[in-house]
């Protein structure tokens, strides 16, 4: 079968390998249909390998070249000996975090994601989303509703980033938001923001184009660019009492973006880091005691999310198609997808692999 793999920084090729051998006990085969590409994937490509692993990885053994992709769907094929939840011609949506399910003291009480052997399909797992064929766990696939498209049911991974990191700061109805980061994690973050019932919405980014595709996909957002505006200063002018806003989450993983997020939410207010920093990132800590906030991290999300973020998104309380920009085929992901995605001028948010092209 077609696959795009990773060997190593700038390095993805597409290859033919042996398609995934019929499921086991417990596995799942689906024929994919489509995958996100994700900033993960994006600095895998970049700089990698970061989370593809140069040994076997500790509980799957995966390593490189590895099949990327971990924002995706399809149709059932196949199912192994004791899997009853789906079946064969089921359209489904994949679930990719792998980890041991027993043995574990996170594991033990429902908190998957923060397993330390925690593994993701298409990162450290034999099969991944940009490949026309996966293997996976039983428990990695999800049936989604009639009424969810096969594009909504790869969106469902990214949304379920941005719902967790609004549960993790306790958005509420009325709340002044602030998300910086105007990617496609920022931007579905600000649509679970809204759906959770926040009514002012600001969102910050260096880039004109990206602030005017938040505005396309969000409406009634306040826009700003900290080159020429000083973010906390324009929430404070527009938010109750000119205090600030009562959350901010970040990201995008950049040290300027999580200080605009402390300076501008009132005091007692939530900040929660969601991008991932790749160095370490001081914080003005007397300011953080004095304004008496929270500063929450969030990681992934628990994994029983994805029934309710598939009714958030096929309800249309959180309209995540509007983050899909272009769709290319699996032998143009790279040129097409990758590298458009890398420019610096940021025309694209959320790029789609058809594999059915």
């Excluded at 975090?97 to 034999?126: E, K």
């Excluded at 958030?312 to 920009?325: D, E, H, M, N, Y």
């Amino acid at each position: 079968m077609k696959a795009l793999r990773f060997h190593a920084a700038k390095d993805l090729r597409i290859e033919d390998i042996p398609a995934p051998a019929e499921p086991g006990p417990g596995e799942v085969l689906i024929e994919n249909r489509f995958c996100g590409i994700c900033g993960t994937d994006l600095h895998e490509y970049a700089y990698g390998p970061i989370f593809v692993p140069k040994e076997p990885h500790p509980f799957t053994k995966a390593h490189g070249p590895q099949v990327l992709g971990h924002e995706f769907g399809g149709v059932v094929k196949a199912v192994g000996q004791g899997v009853d939840h789906v079946k064969v011609g089921d359209r489904v949506s994949v679930q990719p975090l792998i980890m041991p399910r027993v043995g574990d003291y996170y594991a033990a009480r429902g908190l998957f994601h923060l397993s330390s052997q925690l593994a993701l399909a298409g990162l450290s797992w034999h099969s991944g989303g940009m490949a026309q064929r996966a293997l996976l766990n039983d428990y990695n696939v999800q049936p989604i509703p009639d009424s969810l498209s096969d594009e909504e049911a790869a969106l469902i991974e990214p949304t379920a980033v941005a719902v967790y990191a609004c549960d993790r700061a306790g958005v509420t109805a009325g709340n002044s938001v602030l998300i910086t980061g105007a990617g496609p994690i920022g931007i579905l973050t600000a649509m679970a923001a809204r759906a959770a019932g926040a009514t002012q919405l600001f969102m910050s980014d260096p880039n004109e184009t990206r602030l005017a595709l938040a505005r396309e996909a969000l409406g009634d957002v306040r826009t700003i660019n900290p080159k020429s505006e000083k973010v906390a200063d324009v929430i404070r002018n527009e938010t109750e009492g000119n205090v600030g806003c009562d959350i901010a989450i970040e990201c995008v993983g950049n040290e300027y973006a999580l200080k605009n997020c402390a300076d501008a939410v009132r005091k007692q207010g939530v900040v929660v880091q969601t991008g991932l920093h790749p160095h370490e990132n001081p914080l003005n800590w007397f300011d953080v005691t004095f304004k008496d906030i929270d500063i929450r991290g969030s990681w992934a999300y628990p994994t029983h999310y994805w029934p309710r973020v598939a009714r958030l998104i096929a309800s249309g309380q959180i309209p995540a198609r509007k983050i899909v920009t272009k769709f290319v085929s699996l032998g143009d992901a790279v040129k097409e997808g990758f590298d458009q995605l890398l420019d610096p001028a940021g025309k694209h948010l959320k790029i789609l692999i058809d594999l059915s092209r």
